[in-house]
């Protein structure tokens, strides 16, 4: 059984930062990739980051600057260090990973719980 655990939402003022982490936890062998998503107005999830395995990284335009995803291989975590954070930066972000549970086996997507950031103006 594999988990993810996010911590590390909150709110905070405009043009304030908070750092998301996102923990794997159960039978992994290989993640790849490890990403950040965020919840819209419309109930779909928009990427925010991705990360791979060798640290290869994505950034949504309304982000980059701002944020900055990292990873820790070795403790299967990701992390989202969000600066000069918007207003309309509020919303629910979503840890996202791709798991493989054995060598040769095939990947799977997990998702976390979901942690609320919410910045006031």
């Known amino acids: 059984q594999v988990q993810l655990v996010e911590s590390g939402g909150g709110l905070v003022q405009a043009g304030g930062s908070l750092r998301l982490s996102c923990a794997a936890s159960g039978s992994i062998f290989s993640i790849d990739p490890m990403a950040w998503y965020r919840q819209t107005p419309g109930n779909q999830r928009d990427l925010v980051a991705s990360?791979?395995?060798?640290?290869?990284?994505n950034y949504a335009d309304s982000v980059k600057g701002r944020f900055t995803i990292s990873r820790d291989n070795a403790k299967n975590t990701v992390f989202l260090q969000m600066n000069s954070l918007r207003p309309e930066d509020t919303t629910v972000y979503y840890c996202y990973a791709r798991i493989r549970y054995n060598s040769g086996g095939n990947y799977f997507r997990h998702w976390g719980q979901g942690t609320q950031v919410t910045v006031s103006s």
């Open positions: 990360i791979t395995s060798d640290g290869s990284t």
